[in-house]
């Protein structure tokens, strides 16, 4: 790749949008350079102008390819795949894109905006105790995996990861939010399928790669 084409990936370790984009940059082979950008420390470091200069929403991930800046994960997934050579990040037929996109967004859309920092944070402001504010957080979890768990198990197009044998943007989406819901002690029992695609996912180095206890920027407890 050429430098004047360098990747560089805005990102906070445990975002779950900067680790599905993590998972895409990986499952395509590519490299790329991670700026942390902390989402706490002095008030947050995606508060700052500069941050807002490059990207007006002040979230992560951003995506700098060469001269040009994107932002929002889903939509910097589908430009990777287009982009780039390397494996698939869709699957090939029109039915099984539908589906991977259907769990990608009953992810990114219906369960994680719910559950977000900013989310969390305004909970706090309106000085929701911490029982209360675990339980919501455990609704929306719960709600939305019980939705995804039906939609794998109706679909033909669900094999050992979301869409088929190979890992897409639906399994990008679907392991950070299994990691959220592990943090947050939320048991896992009810949903085999969701299992079964994160124990695949656990043994592809470009999961692992892109776990947040393995960014630059992780913090020890």
Request: hydrophobic share 40%; net charge negative; with cysteine.
């Amino acid at each position: 790749m050429d430098l004047d084409d360098a990747l560089i990936l805005f990102s906070y370790w445990r975002s779950s949008a900067a680790y599905r984009v993590r998972i895409a940059l990986n499952v395509k082979g590519l490299d790329y350079e991670i700026r942390p950008v902390h989402l706490l420390r002095d008030g947050g470091e995606h508060r700052t102008d500069a941050y807002h200069k490059l990207n007006p929403q002040r979230l992560v991930p951003t995506l700098v390819h060469g001269e040009r800046v994107f932002q929002q994960s889903m939509a910097i997934i589908e430009y990777l795949d287009e982009e780039f050579a390397g494996p698939a990040l869709m699957p090939p037929d029109t039915r099984s894109r539908m589906h991977a996109r259907t769990i990608s967004q009953m992810i990114a859309c219906d369960i994680h905006p719910l559950n977000n920092l900013r989310v969390l944070s305004f909970l706090d402001e309106l000085e929701v105790s911490a029982m209360v504010r675990k339980e919501w957080y455990r609704h929306w979890v719960v709600e939305g995996f019980t939705a995804v768990e039906h939609a794998l198990e109706r679909s033909v197009a669900t094999g050992l990861f979301c869409c088929g044998d190979q890992p897409t943007m639906a399994d990008a989406c679907l392991i950070p939010q299994v990691y959220n819901a592990r943090r947050f002690d939320i048991d896992l029992g009810s949903y085999p399928l969701i299992r079964q695609v994160d124990e695949q996912c656990s043994q592809l180095q470009a999961f692992v790669d892109a776990a947040p206890e393995n960014q630059p920027d992780a913090e020890r407890p």
